[in-house]
């Protein structure tokens, strides 16, 4: 028997709420597949499985708030047998599962569970709003826009302000405790981008507009591809020992429109090709700001990298998230002089930074990884 768990979505979480089962006792789940659906400060998060098997018994009811590490449902392993402790007697196997009615499986399809309970809040008809979603789907954001008709301005307002002030927070909680428990280190160096953005440009060209690629892909599989080089930073604590990760995950932090951030992770960055990376990116952006990320996306991050863009500041030192044990961050593009053939001129760069755990590595391998990141971009075709 496997025991599935409210998951860690990010060190900054406690506690989560269920609000939907995806299954129901006696189904068949695979490794990878949505079962229940979780609400935290960062929105409503699909968690999925990781073991396959069968669904032996649900344990938490929709709407309970369960603290990170319970036990949510148990589940059997294919060719086990059904455990006598949990078989559900006749009177029982003939009821249908208390928390998957048909009623709730047809509403589900319709709207999801975190638009519907948001619509019970905000006092919402739902016969009478117009989905967006796929198939029609009601999502939180259809409700939200309803809402808004409805109801003054203030109320909106206050009701994104409380979410909002929650995830400060715990986002405040989780920093203060990385920069108390994690002696960070940090390096910063100069990385000239006139070859990436000359190749961007000239890429870009041959393109569509709606295939088109941001500089930030460019950074993003640079790093990840020097995490090879430089493996002890791709790396996570786990009850107290460091274990280095197999899959390259890298998180990229995201500014939500009502303010706060999340850093949800491209699976298998270093695998996928610039066009992958540019589809997945958009995808990973879109669904954080409506609040529809998956679990693997929140526990799976191996390194996070902050990015300013093209109106911030000129470079920025982050704090390390753990269990994660570095952080990369780039500031704006600028024009910066440098020296060639006896002559100063300007050239396009940015600067990259590192946060690095001291426990883990030092500065010497740390610049070793920022160099790699350097020569990476060099040759952005080859990236």
């Not at 274990?243 to 996928?272: F, Y």
Request: hydrophobic letters at 45%; proline letters at 6%.
């Amino acid at each position: 028997m496997a025991e599935f768990v409210m998951p860690t979505l990010g060190a900054d979480m406690t506690v989560g709420t269920l609000l939907a089962w995806m299954k129901k006792p006696g189904d068949e789940v695979k490794r990878g597949e949505i079962i229940a659906e979780v609400d935290t400060d960062k929105g409503v998060i699909e968690v999925e499985v990781f073991n396959n098997g069968i669904i032996e018994k649900l344990l938490i009811e929709p709407g309970a708030e369960v603290p990170v590490g319970t036990v949510l449902a148990i589940i059997r392993e294919p060719g086990a047998e059904v455990s006598s402790a949990t078989t559900p007697s006749p009177a029982e196997a003939l009821k249908p599962a208390a928390v998957v009615s048909p009623s709730q499986l047809e509403s589900r399809v319709r709207i999801s569970p975190a638009a519907k309970k948001l619509a019970t809040e905000l006092g919402v008809d739902i016969s009478r709003v117009t989905g967006t979603g796929s198939g029609g789907r009601i999502q939180r954001v259809d409700i939200e826009r309803a809402a808004a008709a409805k109801l003054t301005d203030d109320v909106v307002r206050d009701a994104a302000g409380e979410r909002q002030a929650r995830m400060r927070r715990t986002i405040a909680a989780a920093m203060a405790r990385s920069k108390r428990e994690i002696p960070h280190y940090y390096l910063s160096t100069t990385i000239d981008m006139s070859n990436a953005m000359a190749w961007l440009a000239e890429e870009n060209l041959k393109r569509p507009v709606v295939d088109r690629l941001l500089y930030g892909v460019l950074l993003i599989k640079a790093v990840a591809l020097a995490l090879r080089e430089v493996p002890e930073l791709n790396a996570v604590w786990k009850d107290e020992k460091l274990n280095l990760c197999p899959e390259i995950n890298v998180g990229v932090a995201i500014s939500l429109r009502q303010g706060g951030l999340v850093a949800p992770a491209l699976l298998g960055t270093d695998k996928q090709n610039l066009d992958e990376l540019m589809k997945n990116f958009r995808d990973l952006v879109k669904r954080a700001r409506a609040g529809s990320l998956r679990s693997s996306e929140l526990s799976e991050p191996t390194i996070t990298i902050t990015s300013l863009g093209e109106r911030g500041a000129e470079s920025v030192f982050g704090i390390i998230y753990p269990p994660q044990v570095a952080i990369v961050g780039f500031g704006r593009p600028m024009e910066w002089p440098r020296t060639m053939d006896g002559q100063i001129v300007l050239r396009p760069a940015i600067k990259a930074t590192l946060s690095a755990d001291h426990r883990v590595s030092d500065g010497h391998r740390g610049s070793l990884f920022l160099t790699a990141i350097d020569r990476l971009l060099q040759e952005p075709g080859k990236l």
